[in-house]
């Protein structure tokens, strides 16, 4: 079963900080996800990559396959960030579904 | 353009009651989940279906059985609700495996 650790937990910035969270994972996998959960609301998927980086808006994900290791980096932030963000990942072998993180609570203060 | 739609949203059982989660998706996707969120954990797969007319377990399936009614729908059961079943489910749907997964809103169900 692979193994998914986040960090930071829990992660308070100012506006317009550029924020980094990082993702950890056991076994080799197919995709990794981040997700964004807004308080009481529903899970919103922001990237889905396998190799490289990917750019959306203000979003930029990173992920490093050698080393098993992914990161959301998210630039010129705003209170509109402020959000659970999760990374999920999928694996190469038979089993479906996703493996998750739990999270990381980011608040961004204006 | 509804995406996955879950109800009920809110739910309060007394222990030993059975209900079932509705869940629905709009965009002809093969593969169906339910997922349940507690804290201080990750999400944790209940069941899937790859594909329409399959069903098969994940990582905590005891207390739950699930339906995959037709390509869009996938309901989940209690059969006898427990206070460990108290958590927030989540259903999701993609086309297939490594794919870009939708999540529903999620249903609060409160077992006391």
């Known amino acids: ?110 | 353009n509804a995406g996955v739609t879950q109800t009920p949203k809110f739910q309060v059982l007394k222990t030993g009651q059975s209900m079932t989660l509705q869940c629905a998706q709009d965009m002809n996707h093969n593969s169906m989940y339910w997922y349940r969120q507690d804290p201080g954990m990750g999400l944790r797969l209940i069941y899937y279906s790859a594909s329409e007319g399959t069903t098969d377990k994940g990582e905590v399936p005891n207390g739950y059985n699930v339906s995959r009614l037709n390509k869009r729908e996938f309901s989940l059961r209690l059969e006898s609700a427990a206070p460990s079943q108290t958590s927030v489910y989540f259903c999701a749907s993609t086309w297939g495996r490594n794919t870009e997964a939708f999540f529903g809103q999620g249903t609060r169900l409160t077992v006391v």
């Open chain 1, 1 to 110: 079963k692979n193994e998914v650790e986040q960090s930071p937990q829990n992660l308070t910035a100012q506006e317009g900080e550029f924020i980094t969270i990082n993702c950890s994972y056991s076994v080799g996998i197919s995709a990794l996800h981040w997700l964004q959960q807004h308080p009481g609301g529903g899970i919103v998927s922001l990237f889905m990559l396998s190799s490289g980086k990917k750019k959306h808006g203000r979003l930029i994900a990173t992920i490093n396959i050698q080393e098993k290791h992914s990161s959301l980096h998210i630039t010129a932030s705003h209170p509109r960030d402020s959000a659970v963000y999760i990374c999920a990942v999928g694996s190469g072998g038979g089993a479906d579904g996703l493996t998750f993180g739990k999270g990381t609570h980011l608040i961004i203060q204006p």
